[in-house]
């Protein structure tokens, strides 16, 4: 044994367990931090390998107020998950570099279990998990190496903290599901530290020469009774308004009084899963009418607005039209908001506006022409347009010619303004693919959308679509079906391996499910579930007798199950003998309890010569299970039943046979 | 011990009652306490929850209730490793006062022996050793208890526990045994082993014996000066003493009244000396203490008998 009492296994599965801990935040934690960890491991490796000497307790001392004042000047604070994880990593490598006793490993051990929380709480795709899984079974098997005072190969810690928590899954599983869930958050949440991704708060397509399309899902969505077709699905985000030449932008500012609608087609109704962006857009089906969730609402320019930015994955449902009339004129104020004069920027578009407007019996004709103009003006859609001039608009009507749905909705919602019409860009997602195996749509980023939207006196705002007439195929197919150049490579892939896209499906389904049923299980989710299940009835008293009566069950079976374990079929082994043992007592072969099975077996070949072979055979398989090179392992079932046969034989014949003699 | 701890021990021995040999753990005998690793667990798993419930967040809650999970089959585990443990024999050999009795216990466990601890107020386990017990769950555990009086030795409540196999819980049992062994007095004194009967003076003695030397042998605490070899030490040799093989034959007398009043301990001591060392040479003697028989004899039957009688001289009888 070694005098620190902790084998070289159980240091070496600690130094593992930490190692695992730190790789669940390299992508997260600061560069220094990870640095320091892995610092601390190699130091301690060294120190396993080559007896290098560990820091003396000042330099640990100043070490860990270094590390703290570190953390602090990197995050300017201490609390926060962000912060608190690189706490954890860093003051968990500063007391890997004490570890002496097995007292200090536990606390390493524990240190790694409090990293993968941090992780847990921090992020929780599906594609993380089995590596959460790996770092909290390595975490328990050091423990379970540092409980013991044998020096335990890793295997067999690995096996032993692996079977208990088998053992507990199902346990943990119930009260997974019963354990009652919180209406909402105890105290604050902490503040968003994630970047932000998707559409934003403005748009400026000419400063864009390469649009990345990402595959990464927006949001997913269930429809309660049939889906609109793809070229209707127009998920409304954010709204654009103030236009300075090139750039657009949301209203920040005072907006306008929302304009009243009345449904003219029936209600859709659905549910989305939207993923995190970091901002707080919510996203609905056309003209969003409702959607759940406390403190969600309605800006007056349709658009659904969360109270707090999205940092996790959220579910809400929604209620939209798709047709709607508007019952009152547009608003003085919203009408000064969307007319705003362009000033001296792109005058030719002003100069056409206003030739194309007098050419028009009025408004609604007016859009007509300028829809065609962009039919027939010889554009084409791409994702690699040319970088525009500061006169964006002018300079994409009579020069380029080339650009994707931003571009074109730019243009359009400045020829209207230029000839008065109230108008403004709204962008988000158009479309979304089918999910079959998970019955939702999913809807990418590299759906994302713009288009226009026109008042109309006698129609009030209406979509137009300028996109639809130069790339008509936009509206029925995704942007990687439409294009051969210009997408990503992976995007391609998908649309030309069926199988492949049939995985991603699998994929995300299965994604989808982890995220909505486990991760998003609420008390909304476990209510509905209890319902499912018949306990909808049940108030928490009685879910708590029904907790405690299936974990006293539980706990039944896993004594049982302890009874089953490779000790006691060693123990079973040992009654065995000492069942033969007994037999020879009682006919009156005297044995000893210092005598080796050897020699009780030499003993009862003396006094039973014509059963010698059957004797020497009973003896020689209880050795060899005892001792021999099997005995590393438990004796199997079928090698007890046999031992137990020839153990009953032999009893049997032993009283047939006279009385022995003795001595 | 913590008052809480001896208050519990007494309500334990009540409840459990006297033990006997070979004995079986019971379940109901067993008690179990987190670690101090096993509380530190524990408060992580509250944290993990309150975070958990706090967010909304499934995969912590999950994670928190595994671990709980594991923590309760581990509870599971160490109490069942240490129910049907079975206790053979636990012998205790007698030793001098001063010196260590120790105890040693058989037993058949589950466990690796190395994982079980045996304590006691005041006591010193002695470590496994020996290649084949690395794993193996049948042998000999060892206590050692200072030898503090000359006396009957009982052995106090023992403590059988262990923490196998995830260090979270330690489970234990009380071990009221009556176990019990003698402990001599200290082997002490300076005083010559007492002259061979017939044997008038001791220069002819010396003299005589000298034709009878046999061996020499290191020097004890007790020999007598005349029998050092001074003149080997003069030459750098360590202290020793010669011995004579006619003595083994004769008989010494060893008698507790004829030895100066000094008080009844120390007579003691030196009588132990004298046995010790008479045993050692292999020399026959008698005892004699007052009110009791007198024997003659040698070897070590007769060495324990009389040391016996030395351990347990005044206690019960008239001195």
Redesign the interface.
């Given at each position: 044994?070694n005098p620190t009492g902790m084998g070289p296994s159980a240091r070496r599965m600690m130094l593992v367990a930490f190692a695992a801990g730190a790789l669940l935040h390299v992508d997260r934690a600061p560069l220094w931090s990870i640095f320091v960890a892995v610092a601390a491991l190699c130091w301690q490796l060294a120190h396993l390998r080559w007896r290098l000497p560990l820091p003396g307790a000042v330099v640990r001392t100043l070490l860990a107020l270094g590390l703290l004042l570190l953390t602090m000047i990197s995050f300017r604070t201490i609390s926060g998950l962000a912060a608190g994880s690189t706490l954890l990593l860093v003051m968990g490598s500063a007391k890997l570099l004490e570890v002496r006793a097995p007292?200090d490993a536990?606390?390493v051990a524990?240190v790694a279990?409090?990293l993968?929380?941090a992780a847990?709480?921090e992020r929780?795709s599906l594609l993380r998990?089995p590596l959460?899984l790996f770092a909290?079974w390595v975490a328990?098997s050091a423990?379970?190496a540092?409980?013991?005072?044998?020096d335990i190969r890793p295997r067999r810690a690995l096996a032993?903290?692996g079977r208990?928590?088998l053992?507990?899954?199902p346990?943990?599983?119930l009260?997974?599901v019963l354990?009652p869930?919180?209406p909402g958050?105890?105290?604050g949440?902490p503040p968003s530290e994630d970047a932000t991704t998707g559409l934003g708060d403005e748009m400026s397509p000419g400063s864009i020469s390469e649009l990345s399309i990402s595959e990464d899902v927006a949001f997913r969505v269930r429809f309660q009774g049939p889906a609109p077709p793809p070229s209707q699905r127009y998920w409304r985000g954010p709204v654009l308004h103030d236009f300075d030449g090139f750039t657009w932008r949301r209203r920040l500012g005072p907006g306008a009084v929302r304009q009243p609608t009345e449904p003219v087609s029936p209600p859709l109704r659905y549910q989305v899963m939207l993923e995190p962006t970091g901002r707080s857009y919510l996203f609905g089906v056309d003209t969003i009418s409702q959607i759940t969730g406390r403190r969600n609402f309605q800006t007056f320019d349709g658009q659904a607005i969360a109270s707090r930015e999205i940092t996790?994955p959220i579910v809400y449902e929604g209620v939209s039209y798709l047709e709607v009339r508007h019952t009152k004129p547009l608003s003085v104020t919203g009408r000064r908001l969307d007319t705003q004069p362009l000033g001296n920027r792109n005058p030719r578009t002003q100069a056409l506006a206003r030739q194309m407007r007098a050419a028009s019996l009025d408004n609604r004709d007016y859009m007509q022409r300028a829809l065609r103009y962009f039919q027939d003006g010889g554009f084409e859609y791409t994702l690699t347009p040319p970088r525009l001039e500061r006169d964006s608009i002018d300079d994409l009507l009579f020069n380029t010619r080339l650009g994707f749905c931003g571009h074109f909705a730019s243009a359009y919602v400045t020829l209207m303004r230029a000839a008065g019409i109230p108008s403004r860009v709204v962008t988000g997602y158009l479309g979304g693919t089918w999910n079959p195996v998970g019955g939702y749509y999913v809807v990418r980023q590299s759906d994302a959308h713009a288009w226009a939207e026109v008042w109309l006196e006698d129609a009030g705002w209406t979509r137009v679509d300028p996109t639809a007439v130069v790339a008509p195929e936009r509206l029925r197919r995704g942007v990687n079906e439409l294009l051969d150049s210009g997408t990503s490579l992976t995007g391609r892939l998908f649309v030309q391996a069926e199988w492949l896209r049939r995985m991603r499906d699998t994929w995300d389904a299965a994604a989808n499910f982890w995220q909505e049923r486990?991760?998003?299980?609420?008390l909304g989710a476990q209510l509905s579930l209890l319902e499912k299940l018949g306990l909808g009835k049940l108030d928490y008293r009685a879910l708590a007798v029904l907790l405690i009566g299936v974990a006293v069950l539980w706990?039944l079976w896993?004594?049982r199950a302890?009874?089953r374990?490779p000790?006691?079929a060693?123990?079973a082994l040992?009654k065995t003998w000492g069942r033969f043992a007994a037999i020879l007592g009682r006919r009156g072969v005297g044995v000893a309890?210092h005598d080796g099975p050897r020699a009780v077996a030499l003993r009862a070949m003396q006094a039973w010569p014509d059963l010698a072979s059957q004797i020497r055979e009973f003896s020689d398989a209880y050795v060899a299970l005892r001792f021999g090179p099997a005995a590393a392992s438990p004796p199997q079932r079928e090698q007890l039943r046999e031992l137990h046969r020839q153990l009953s034989a032999l009893a049997r014949a032993t009283a047939s046979t006279h009385r022995p003699r003795t001595g | 011990m913590s008052l809480f701890r001896q208050r519990m021990l007494r309500w334990a021995l009540r409840r459990q009652g006297p033990d006997s040999l070979p004995l079986q753990l019971k379940p109901r005998r067993i008690y179990i306490l987190p670690t101090g690793t096993g509380w530190t667990f524990g408060l992580l798993v509250i944290a993990m929850f309150l975070a958990g419930m706090n967010y909304g967040n499934g995969l912590a809650l999950l994670l928190t209730f595994w671990l709980a999970a594991f923590a309760l089959v581990g509870m599971i585990q160490t109490q069942r490793s240490l129910a049907g443990l079975t206790l053979q024999h636990v012998h205790a050999e007698p030793a001098f006062a001063g010196g260590e009795v120790v105890l040693r216990a058989q037993l058949h466990s589950r466990l690796s022996l190395r994982d079980l601890t045996l304590d006691a107020e005041g006591a010193r386990q002695v470590p496994v050793t020996g290649a084949g017990s690395h794993d193996e769950g049948s042998g000999d555990l060892s206590l050692s208890f200072p030898a503090r009086q000359r006396g009957r030795w009982r052995a106090p409540v023992l403590r059988l526990s262990t923490s196998a196999p995830y260090g979270l819980f330690r489970t234990w049992t009380w071990l009221s045994l009556d176990v019990s062994t003698l402990v001599y007095p200290t082997p002490a004194g300076m005083r010559p082993l007492p002259e061979l009967p017939g044997a008038e003076e001791g220069s002819r003695r010396l003299a005589g014996s000298l034709d009878e030397l046999a061996a020499l042998r290191p020097f004890r605490e007790g020999d007598s000066p005349r029998q050092v070899a001074w003149k080997a030490y003069a030459r750098g040799a360590p202290l020793l003493v010669r011995e004579y093989q006619g003595h083994a034959a004769a008989l010494r007398e060893f008698d507790f009244d004829a030895l100066p009043h000094d008080d009844t301990e120390t007579r003691l001591s030196q009588l132990c000396r004298w046995i010790v060392d008479a045993a050692a040479e292999n020399q026959r003697w008698t005892l004699r203490l007052p009110g009791s028989a007198v024997v003659a004899g040698a070897g070590p039957e007769h060495r324990r008998h009389c040391l016996s009688q030395l351990a347990t001289f005044g206690a019960g009888s008239v001195t």
């Open positions: 044994m007292r536990r606390v524990m279990l409090a993968l929380l847990c709480l929780q998990v959460y909290g328990l423990l379970t540092l409980g013991s005072q044998a032993a903290s208990a928590l053992i507990g899954a346990l943990a599983a009260c997974f354990v869930r919180l958050a105890m105290w949440l996790s486990i991760v998003n299980y609420n706990g896993v004594m302890a009874a374990s000790r006691a060693q123990d040992e309890a | -």
